[in-house]
Each structure stands twice: as C-alpha cells, then as structure tokens.
C-alpha cells in the first residue's frame, strides 16, 4: 500500500458518539462512514478500538495508508473569542502583507491571554471601520481597524487524542469546531474542491 493521496479522512467527536468518514477528493462523495455511540463521556478504550477497527477496513479499502485524519469537534467546551485592534497606518494603502503582519500580532495577543488553548480558526470579521470585504486588501485609510474572532479548544482536550491516534500511527493535522466545518469551503481546508461539506456533514451527523 502506499501513502494516501486524494483521499481525505475525518473524524468527529461529541458527546453522543464517535464517528468516521472518509471523503474521495477525485470523485467528490463519501466513500466510508462508520459510527460508535457513548454515553456522554470520553471512553478512550472504545474509541481505541473503534479505530482499530474502521482504520483497518479503510486502509483496505482504497488500498492507502492513513496517516493523517482532520478532528471535527462538537463540544460545550469550544471557546469563541473576538479580538479587535485599531492602529494607525503608516502605510500609504493596506495591503495583504500589512494586513497578514497585524493578523499575527492580533494572534499573539490571544496566545498570551489564552495560554491552555489550541487554536482551531481565524475569522476576521472586519478589517476597517467601513466592513468593507476582507478580500479588498489596498484600502487608503489613516488606521486599520481589525476584529478576528478565535475558535478555540483546551491543549488538556487535544493532548489526549493527539496522543491516542499517535498510537495509532496516525497524525492530527487539524483540529475544527463543526459549525465551521459545515462552512468552510474546501479550498480553505486545503482540498481541491470549492464545495462545502455541509450537506454531507448534516447527513452524516444526525
């Protein structure tokens, strides 16, 4: 077997059950999905063999090795925090390597004020005081006024799975709060694709 390729295999956890699914880049549809039920706890033992089970059968299945899976999580513990920022341009216009820069320096201010979490994603909600559209980046203003909003989760809550598809010889490349995932386009989540999961993650998750 060799590495897997257009294949994409996400895994997804909340308080009623384990579930994985394995997503076809080339032909654009889910080609595995298999669940577990619990009980309103984390039961590693369970999930340990859940996934010693359903790796097996997928790795043979599109004849690939699993090594990395995408964590969509759906928990009570999943922190929404908005930063804002306004500070004077010293720029002639606000172009994306000024704006990247300050994205950076707002990022830095939530890891020191938030040192336990791991961060899942960065919304910007506004870049200047008109709401114009993120992707204008050559704005002639006097300041940039910036608010990102950060999907966070507990360094305590990802060491335990991190450790555990370690394990299983299995890397977790990214974490992501399933509302986001239900809107995030494909290109953002580094597949090839445009088009949403969130048909897919809607039926897949009932």
Do not use: G
Not at 109 to 137: A, G, T
Not at 193 to 201: F, N, R
Request: with cysteine; aromatic share 14%; hydrophobic share 35%.
């Amino acid at each position: 077997m060799t590495e897997e390729t257009h294949f994409k295999t996400f895994f997804y956890i909340s308080k009623n059950k384990y579930q994985i699914f394995v997503y076809d880049k080339n032909v654009l549809k889910n080609l595995y999905n298999e669940e577990i039920k619990i009980n309103n706890e984390m039961e590693l033992y369970n999930l340990s063999k859940f996934l010693d089970e359903n790796i097996y059968k997928i790795e043979k299945m599109i004849n690939n090795f699993i090594r990395n899976i995408i964590l969509i999580i759906e928990d009570d513990n999943i922190l929404s925090v908005d930063i804002s920022i306004k500070k004077k341009n010293y720029e002639s216009n606000i172009n994306q390597k000024y704006l990247e820069t300050n994205l950076t320096e707002v990022k830095d201010i939530f890891r020191e004020n938030y040192q336990d979490q791991n961060i899942m994603h960065m919304v910007i909600n506004n870049k200047d005081k008109n709401d114009l559209p993120s992707n204008n980046y050559n704005i002639n203003d006097d300041y940039l006024y910036l608010e990102v909003n950060f999907i966070s989760i507990q360094d305590s809550f990802t060491s335990i799975y991190d450790k555990l598809f370690e394990r299983h010889h299995i890397n977790i490349e990214q974490y992501m709060s399933v509302l986001s995932f239900c809107s995030i386009p494909f290109s953002t989540r580094k597949l090839s694709h445009s088009e949403t999961l969130e048909t897919k993650a809607s039926k897949s998750f009932r």
